[in-house]
Every structure is written in structure tokens, then in C-alpha cells.
């Protein structure tokens, strides 16, 4: 059975960093894509980032040049790391992960989320 475990959330002020990471636990699994949605409070969850296990990476454009996304295939983990933080990426923040399964089965899921809460 497959779990997304975040870790890394919390408070920081405006222009500090942050860093997220997403890890996939189970057995026989493969990545295909992972990436970090945000929430904002009475908005809709969008694309943050996200990354296939080639590398290939995707930005929305309030991240790029501030946010870089990697991943560590063998770990099977995902990492957001978010510098010059403002309040406007205030939210929660979802692991998305789409990976290959044991007999040619498919998983696309959801971590927990974890807050991310930038001051001003």
C-alpha cells in the first residue's frame, strides 16, 4: 500500500526559505511524476511544481526563479525548496505523486498536506 509522508512546513518570514519534501512508501513502486500543489485559504488547489523521474520540471510562474523542485529516485522523495518566501504562497501545500505499481497498475494520490504560513 502506498503513502506520501510530507515533512517540512511551518512558519517563516517573508523572505526566508523553506523546504518540503514528499517520500513514497511501499513496495515496488516507480515514479512516473511527483509535484507540490498549494492551497491558498478559500481558493482552489493549483500546481505549484512538479517533476518526472527523468527530471523534467514544470513551474507555475509565481515559483520560478524562487522554488527549485528535485527528486531522489532511489529514495523515492520529492523536494521543494522554497527561497524569497512572501505571503501570497501562504497555504497548504499537497505532495501529488504519480508512480508505477507491481503488475503494470497506476497510483495517483495525495499526501496529507502540510501548512506553510509566510508573515509579513
Known amino acids: 500500500q502506498v503513502q506520501l509522508v510530507e515533512s517540512g512546513g511551518g512558519l517563516v518570514q517573508a523572505g526566508g526559505s523553506l523546504r518540503l519534501s514528499c517520500a513514497a512508501t511501499?513496495?515496488?513502486?516507480?515514479?512516473?511524476?511527483m509535484g507540490w500543489y498549494r492551497q491558498a485559504p478559500g481558493k482552489q488547489r493549483e500546481l505549484v511544481a512538479e517533476?518526472?523521474?527523468?527530471?523534467?520540471?514544470n513551474y507555475t510562474d509565481s515559483a520560478k526563479d524562487r522554488f527549485t523542485i528535485s527528486i531522489d529516485n532511489a529514495k523515492r522523495t520529492v523536494y521543494l525548496q522554497m527561497n524569497s518566501l512572501n505571503p501570497e504562497d501562504t497555504g497548504v501545500y499537497y505532495c501529488?505523486?504519480?508512480?508505477?505499481?507491481?503488475?503494470?497498475?497506476?497510483?495517483?494520490?495525495w499526501g496529507q498536506g502540510t501548512q506553510v504560513t509566510v508573515s509579513s
Open positions: 501529488n505523486a504519480r508512480l508505477f505499481l507491481a503488475r503494470l497498475e497506476k497510483y495517483d494520490g
Open positions: 511501499g513496495s515496488n513502486v516507480t515514479i512516473n511524476t
Open positions: 517533476i518526472t523521474r527523468l527530471g523534467t520540471t
